[in-house]
């Protein structure tokens, strides 16, 4: 067996789960902001272009993916950022971002090499740290707060660090704390890459859940056609509300596309061709992305007038459907705060659970519906230490 098994921690969350399952068998109404699983239908016509598109007859699909696919992808990058990319030099679709994210790791790293190093940004997404771990990297884990607004300074990276980092992952809009990046960051971040050659992967899968002005991506227009060292990733899950299709893509410099694409075939994670044919369909379409934005906006206001009205602070961003409250001091640590939580039986996550820097605050994702979002918001208002 794989020794990094035995290092496993068991998942942090089963036992909020085992609590949530016993409080359900005794009648009770569990509101679960717990998972970033949204839980609202996935739009019609999304559901139809997957049944449209089961075949009599099946075949293995390609890592490629159908053409049609990967142009309907470079449409929606033209719309969204301006990208003019070539759908078959630039894009691959990956089966779902988090297995892109973890696979990834086994192409672009060389495990023997002594420039091995994958920089991760804490709190975060736990699967840039097991992806690195199980293709041989070195994790370097940096904390960021919310005094730099949950962004690394740029100006403060170790120059060890950057000598022996192959891949750094940032990820904004930021799981978990909403918090987002501007061009003249992501300007920097890129100029870093290039001065210390390492491949700077943007994981964008909430790029288009946000309640300002759109988030840009680390791609921009001035550097195509090669987008020297950058790789950005998106999905199809929190956009579409498609969790369960499992359908992204990566985008970027050829070079290292056409090197995931060499590795891909050995893995047999090729996305199905009626997911493809169903997130074709979800990439050129953008009305329903306003409806999905357009819930969490109103789920948002009914916890942060709630927060607001306790006098508690969101201390992330204005994007994605999560939002990050600091633990007020009355009610103790996170995981305290998130125990108390669940006696009113309102599911959250805590902060913990995603890394150094999450001590001080607990993380709702809005996935419920807005009459659970109304009903937790007045149940925030009751609860004492
Ligand atoms: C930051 C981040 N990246 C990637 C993923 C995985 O998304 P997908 O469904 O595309 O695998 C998630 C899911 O929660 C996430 O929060």
Not at 79 to 95: E, M, Q, S
Not at 255 to 282: H, N
């Amino acid at each position: 067996m794989n020794p990094l098994l035995q290092e496993e921690r068991e998942y942090p969350f089963a036992r909020l789960l085992e609590t949530k399952r016993r409080r359900q068998a005794e009648g009770r109404r569990v509101l679960d902001f717990g998972q970033g699983d949204p839980r609202d239908p996935t739009p019609a016509f999304i559901r139809r272009a997957l049944a449209d598109g089961v075949p009599e007859v099946s075949s293995y699909p390609t890592v490629k993916g159908k053409p049609e696919l990967r142009e309907s992808i470079a449409r929606y990058l033209k719309r969204r950022f301006g990208l003019d990319v070539d759908p078959d030099r630039h894009i691959l679709p990956v089966t779902g971002t988090k297995e892109g994210i973890f696979t990834s790791h086994l192409a672009l790293l060389d495990p023997h090499g002594t420039r091995r190093g994958v920089v991760v940004f804490e709190p975060a997404y736990p699967v840039y740290v097991q992806g690195a771990r199980y293709a041989g990297g070195t994790v370097h884990a940096v904390t960021v707060t919310r005094q730099t607004g949950f962004r690394p300074d740029p100006e403060s990276f170790d120059p060890e660090m950057l000598a022996h980092t192959a891949v750094m992952w940032i990820n904004y809009p930021h799981n978990p704390t909403g918090a987002e990046a501007d061009a003249a960051w992501y300007a920097r971040m890129r100029e870093l890459s290039r001065e210390h050659h390492f491949i700077l992967a943007s994981d964008e899968c909430y790029a288009d859940l946000g309640f300002g002005t759109p988030h840009p991506s680390v791609l921009v227009p001035e550097e195509a056609p090669d987008f020297d060292g950058v790789l950005a990733f998106h999905s199809c899950s929190k956009r579409s509300c498609m969790t369960g299709f499992r359908s992204g893509f990566v985008v970027g410099d050829p070079k290292w596309i056409a090197v995931l694409a060499r590795f891909r075939p050995s893995v047999g994670v090729a996305t199905p061709a009626f997911v493809q044919d169903a997130a074709t369909a979800a990439w050129d379409d953008d009305a329903h992305v306003q409806e999905i934005v357009e819930r969490y906006r109103r789920r948002r206001e009914h916890f942060l007038e709630a927060f607001a009205h306790r006098g508690w602070h969101h201390d992330g961003g204005n994007a994605t459907f999560y939002l990050w409250l600091r633990v007020p001091e009355v009610f103790g640590d996170a995981i305290r705060f998130a125990d108390r939580l669940l006696e009113e039986d309102i599911l959250v996550t805590p902060g913990p659970f995603l890394g150094a820097g999450g001590e001080k605050h607990v993380r709702f994702a809005l996935v419920s519906t807005e009459d659970d979002s109304r009903e937790a918001a007045a149940r925030l208002q009751r609860i004492q230490p």
